[in-house]
């Protein structure tokens, strides 16, 4: 039972290049997650998705888009990467609000220099 | 839009002591869930308790209780005796329930050490 998997696991960027992070779950759950950590600053939530075709934004959206594919995969792409996204970033899904509980990924570590 | 406040940025502690983490956070909501996860350094984020804002007993995982005050809104985390493999950093975190909305608020975190 894989859970929740991210790839990449690490990645390096130059300014202006772009890329897509892809996060897939098998848990069979509706909402699915990204959150970025940054030093200092806990998680942050950059978008969130209740169910499939439906996505909403979080606290620090701007730079970023996503994609609710299906139900299992939630993708986070980067248009025209930035230093200040450097981070690590997480994905998590949740069953909803009988446990609350949100299972994560193992990251995937960007560096954009 | 409620906050999560950790003060204490880390926190060390010898081994078989007993360690307290803090919390507090601010929230117009009656009906919530709130949360200690740990990341060691592997970066895994692991869920270590959960306390519903309805119950009144305090939640308690084997080491692991809490200490929720819903008037003063606190939140603080007490792990008893203390082992090497709880060193990582611990985030308090609160999530309002509601169909379709259940985000997470997370605190700066705590980085805790737990000395040999």
């Known amino acids: 039972n894989a859970g929740v998997t991210q790839t990449p696991k690490f990645q390096v960027l130059k300014t202006g290049q772009s890329m897509t992070l892809q996060c897939a779950q098998d848990?069979?759950?509706?909402?699915m997650y990204w959150y970025r950590q940054d030093p200092g600053m806990g998680l942050r939530l950059i978008y969130y998705?209740?169910?499939?075709?439906?996505?909403d934004k979080g606290e620090v959206p701007n730079g970023y888009n996503v994609s609710r594919l299906n139900k299992r995969e939630f993708s986070l792409r980067l248009e025209s990467a930035a230093p200040s996204q450097t981070s690590v970033y997480f994905c998590?899904?949740?069953?909803?609000?009988?446990?609350?509980?949100?299972?994560f990924g193992e990251g995937s570590r960007l560096t954009v220099l | 839009a409620q906050t999560v406040t950790q003060s204490q940025p880390e926190m060390s502690v010898q081994e078989a002591e007993t360690v307290t983490l803090s919390c507090t956070y601010d929230t117009s909501e009656s009906n919530y869930y709130l949360f200690w996860y740990k990341q060691p350094p592997s970066r895994q984020m692991i869920l270590v308790i959960r306390?519903?804002?309805?119950?009144?007993q305090n939640a308690t995982e084997n080491r692991f209780s809490v200490n929720f005050q819903k008037a003063a809104k606190s939140f603080s985390l007490k792990i008893s005796d203390s082992q090497l493999g709880d060193t990582a950093m611990y985030f308090c975190?609160?999530?309002?329930?509601?169909?379709?909305?259940?985000?997470?608020?997370f605190g700066t975190g705590t980085r805790l050490t737990i000395i040999p």
């Open positions: 998590a899904t949740s069953s909803g609000g009988s446990t609350g509980e949100l299972f």
């Open positions: 998705s209740a169910s499939e075709g439906t996505t």
């Open positions: 848990m069979n759950h509706n909402s």
């Open positions: 975190a609160f999530m309002k329930l509601g169909f379709g909305n259940e985000k997470l608020t």
């Open positions: 306390q519903e804002a309805y119950k009144q």
